[in-house]
Each structure stands twice: as C-alpha cells, then as structure tokens.
T-cell receptor, first 117, second 110 residues
Framework: GAVVSQHPSRVICKSGTSVKIECRSL??????MFWYRQFPKQSLMLMAT?????????EQGVEKDKFLINHASLTLSTLTVTSAHPEDSSFYIC?????????????FGSGTQLSVL | LAKTTQPISMDSYEGQEVNITCSHN???????ITWYQQFPSQGPRFIIQ???TKVTNEVASLFIPADRKSSTLSLPRVSLSDTAVYYC???????????FGQGTELSVKP
C-alpha cells in the first residue's frame, strides 16, 4: 500500500525555537495533504489543508503565522511550528490523498511527538 | 461535513467477534464511510471503506444499511493486538478533508 513518511518521529526543543516536520508520500503523488494534531486521550483535530503550489487552508482557531505550511512539491509538505511554547507540545500527524490511483483512501504518516520545554 | 457518533469504549475477550456501530445521520450522497485503527503514538491505519451494503476484506467487514445513516465495523475473532482506538469517518473521496470523531477505544482482554 501507499506509504507516507513523516520525520522526525520525536523532537524535544526549547521554548522559543522553531521546529520543522516533514511529510513525504513515498510512492505516490499527493496534490492535497492534511495536518492534524492530537493531544493525549483525544481524537485527531484537523489543523490545515495543504495544497501543492498554493496557500494552505487553516481550520478555525489555528494560527497560520504560528503553524507555517509549505507544499512545494507533489510529494512533500512541511509544517513549521514557529516560536514553539509548551502548549504546542502535541502529537502531529500528516496525511495525504493520492492524486491518482487509490484516491478512496487517506494515508497517514506515523506522527511526530513534539515536546517543548 | 457529516458528524459521526460512536461508543466511547468497548471491552471484549480474545476470540470474540466485535461489532462497533457508528451513526452518521446527515451523510451526503457522495460520502463514503471509512474506518481507521490507531495505536498509541502512531498514525491511523486504514481498515475498510464502503458506500453501501456489505464490504469484506482480510481483516474486517463493514455493514451499511440501505439508508446509510449508520454503519457497523465487524472484527472477527479479535486478539490482544486489536486493542486500539477505532475511528469511523464519513466524507467524499475527491480529496476532501475528513473530520475525526471521538472514536471507540476497544480493549481486548485475555
């Protein structure tokens, strides 16, 4: 099946630093990717929709200047958490819709656990 | 986007069949029903997808009544490794976003 690679799997950083998370579709092209965050014992919350070659669409309540999304190619989307603070500590998950082929399924990365000290 | 409602948790024993029902009363004509499984600290994993009637694959079956306002995920003969959170999602398949509900935390006991 299609594989979505997400890196890093875990990151610990100091408050005030920026962290970049990469999401790659390894064996398919994805015009659209999504970014979710998940707090312990809670469901996934959609943060934004990332479209290749255009600006991301953010869900209500998500700061676009805080969570920078870049989707520069059909296989790569990045999420940068700028000036991270302890309240940004969470599990971040990306997903991708294949542009062609198995378009009925949304494939997920393995997630990134961000801990801000 | 259609909202889904599932039981928050379920308990089962090894070897039993588990059925998890999801309600989606305002499902749209173009919407598919998709179930995902998630283990702690991992991304969700696709289990099964259907539009109507019954779908079966190597790991599960999905039953969808004619009105499509609900669906039931059936896991045959569960094992301890099936302990996870199961999410029912409803949405179209043309690259549209999917919204996760609360999910069902399934606990399989020996």
């Amino acid at each position: 099946g299609a594989v979505v690679s997400q890196h890093p799997s875990r990151v610990i950083c100091k408050s005030g630093t920026s962290v970049k998370i990469e999401c790659r579709s390894l064996d398919f092209q994805a015009t659209t990717m999504f970014w979710y965050r998940q707090f312990p014992k809670q469901s996934l919350m959609l943060m934004a929709t990332s479209n290749e070659g255009s600006k991301a669409t953010y869900e209500q309540g998500v700061e676009k200047d805080k969570f920078l999304i870049n989707h520069a190619s059909l296989t790569l989307s990045t999420l940068t958490v700028t000036s991270a603070h302890p309240e940004d500590s969470s599990f971040y998950i990306c997903s991708a819709w294949p542009t062609q082929g198995a378009g009925e399924k949304l494939f997920f990365g393995s997630g990134t656990q961000l801990s801000v000290l | 986007l259609a909202k889904t409602t599932q039981p928050i948790s379920m308990d089962s024993y090894e070897g039993q069949e588990v059925n998890i029902t999801c309600s989606h009363n305002n499902i749209a004509t173009n919407d598919y029903i998709t179930w995902y499984q998630q283990f702690p600290s991992q991304g969700p994993r696709f289990i099964i997808q259907g539009y109507k009637t019954k779908v079966t694959n190597e790991v599960a079956s999905l039953f969808i009544p004619a009105d499509r306002k609900s669906s039931t995920l059936s896991l045959p003969r569960v094992s301890l490794s099936d302990t996870a959170v199961y999410y029912c999602l409803v949405g179209d398949t043309e690259g549209g976003k999917l919204i996760f509900g609360q999910g069902t935390e399934l606990s399989v006991k020996p």
